[in-house]
């Protein structure tokens, strides 16, 4: 059964000199329940402008966000707060989404406060056991979170997210600024709950190595588009747009002293996106059609799932 489905989201900032910043243009893709679909890409492409948008953490510009067939765009505060109950988010910096001012024991029973969730025992209870759900000691709810490492404090951000038992959780890079040994635990961990709970997860990362470990599903996202979506073992094992491609031959191999990726270039500038399609510049394959047309993400293969927005594929 489908629990989210994005029409057409857009997120646009001013830039300078008046010119709009295209964050994230017509965005569309389903999550099932229980369902986990990764989304990657490189620095810059509106993964994590995505991702809160999808919450209202910053409003849209245009598009529909339907949670359980329900329009959340346009609901006012009240009516949001309750639909915040099954929608959380994992930020990617320990460091910076805990107050260090106050205790782990309040900062993951301070959502159960604000939804008025349970009595004070009922609540302290249920600290407890999302410490030891996450794979903390019991003392740490009476700790600060600077006397806790980045592994530690991202277990801790865990199970604020989990305190109200949520459906859907959005984890904004919530490896990347860990240590490469400590990312495989809290990936393991992810991993587990969503199983252990039946969670559905949209997991953002620039990383496909690490994307492909948690994922039913990938998105490939450049400059604010979906341009491949589909089963994370057709994805990895046959990629289909040029983009993801390079994405795939940038992972570090055994043996192998070098990237293997040929993608040179930079992103273009969102403010000024070039004609057709945006990847035309750095593609390797790039046609004159390519310079001109946008191409639409669609399904061109549907023997082996999925959509891919590139030309060469057209009929």
């Known amino acids: 059964m489908t629990l989210l489905e994005v029409n057409n989201i857009s997120k646009t900032f001013p830039g300078r000199n008046g010119a709009i910043v295209r964050a994230v243009s017509d965005v569309s893709f389903c999550v099932e329940d229980g369902e986990v679909l990764g989304v990657v890409g490189e620095s810059g492409c509106g993964k994590s402008t995505l991702g809160r948008s999808l919450l209202r953490l ?9 949670y359980e067939g329900r329009d959340i765009i346009g609901l006012n505060r009240k009516d949001m707060k309750s639909v915040r109950r099954d929608l959380q988010i994992i930020f990617q910096d320990p460091f910076g989404s805990l107050n260090p001012r106050h205790k782990v024991g309040h900062l993951i029973g301070e959502p159960l406060d604000v939804h008025d969730i349970g009595s ?10 999302l410490v030891e759900i996450v794979g903390l000691p ?4 009476d700790r600060y979170p600077h006397e806790f490492s980045g592994g530690q404090r991202q277990r801790i951000a ?7 038992d949520p459906k859907l959780i959005v984890a904004d890079e919530a490896v990347s600024a860990l240590d490469v040994s400590i990312q495989s635990q809290i990936i393991n961990l992810i991993a587990k709950l969503q199983k252990r709970l039946s969670l559905s997860i949209i997991f953002i990362s620039h990383d496909l190595s690490v994307i492909r470990h948690v994922s039913d599903r990938i998105a490939v996202m450049y400059l604010g588009r979906i341009v491949e979506i589909g089963p994370t073992e057709r994805v990895m094992a046959n990629p289909r747009h040029p983009y993801t491609h390079s994405l795939l031959s940038a992972i570090p191999r055994v043996g192998e002293k070098k990237s293997r990726s040929n993608l040179s270039g930079e992103v273009p500038d969102p403010s000024d996106p070039p004609s057709g399609c945006a990847f035309h510049s750095r593609c390797p394959k790039v046609m004159d059609i390519c310079k001109q047309v946008r191409p639409k993400l669609m399904t061109h293969f549907t023997d082996v799932g999925g959509e891919v927005a590139c030309h060469l594929f057209d009929k």
Do not use: W
């Open 138 to 141: 019991q003392n740490a709810i």
């Open 120 to 129: 004070r025992t009922q609540r302290l209870e249920k600290v407890k056991e």
């Open 158 to 164: 865990i199970a604020r997210a989990l305190a109200l």
């Open 58 to 66: 910053i409003e849209p510009s245009a598009g529909e966000v339907l």
